[in-house]
């Protein structure tokens, strides 16, 4: 069953959007992770829509960020506790998202407010194997996909859109889609991610990462 991130109904909202995401890849490459696939809506006409941000939180924990993927709207705080036994340096160096939380150890938490649509890509300055991300959706209307890549997002108003899906592994596939009051039931999209090749990032600094370092 596919995980429901969707703004409550409202007296215009009255359809219900939903789909099935399918990811194309090299042959012998582990099965990519659905629910890591965020689905999203922009209304053609966005001179007046108004969101509201959303509380978030993303958990250091075993060197590693839980959940990998968040999705909030603009201007949503992101709090990254540590309940990890040793200290952690958050950072993002993406254009138009760039932070750096400085170093901080177990049982603190701090925050970045993400104030612009897009991925944005988060890590930790300490351990070069940790990687989440922020996906800012531009409106109230989004979802993450289930296990088995189906998603739904309840109460969209009737109108014209611009469908978005994002995948780490692939590049982002949008589609305009014309949603009525009864909503849209089943929209298949297809990702390709044959592409995609691991790749280390830089530390905070541009530089790559200490491997002598005991603390990995």
């Known amino acids: ?86 200290s952690h340096n958050i950072f993002s160096s993406t254009p138009g998202q760039v932070f750096d939380l400085g170093l901080y150890g177990s049982g603190r938490s701090k925050d970045a407010v993400f104030r612009r649509a897009g991925a944005y890509p988060v890590y930790c300055n300490i351990h070069p194997r940790m990687v989440s991300f922020v996906v800012v959706s531009p409106s109230p209307w989004y979802a993450q996909a289930g296990n088995d890549g189906r998603w739904s997002i309840e109460g969209v108003p009737a109108g014209e859109y611009v469908l978005t899906v994002w995948h780490e592994r692939a590049p982002v596939a949008t589609q305009p889609i014309t949603v009525p009051a009864t909503g849209v039931p089943d929209i298949a999209t297809t990702l390709d991610a044959r592409g995609y090749r691991f790749q280390e990032h830089k530390n905070k600094f541009g530089r790559e990462y200490d491997r002598t370092a005991t603390r990995y």
């Open 1 to 86: 069953m596919a995980l429901v991130l969707a703004a409550a109904p409202t007296a215009r909202a009255q359809g219900a959007v939903a789909g099935r995401v399918a990811i194309t890849e090299r042959p012998g490459e582990p099965t990519t992770d659905f629910a890591s696939t965020v689905i999203y809506l922009a209304p053609k006409d966005s001179a007046r829509l108004r969101t509201r941000p959303v509380p978030a939180t993303i958990t250091m924990t075993g060197r590693a960020f839980a959940p990998h993927v968040r999705v909030v709207t603009p201007g949503s705080k992101v709090e990254f506790p540590n309940q990890d036994p040793f």
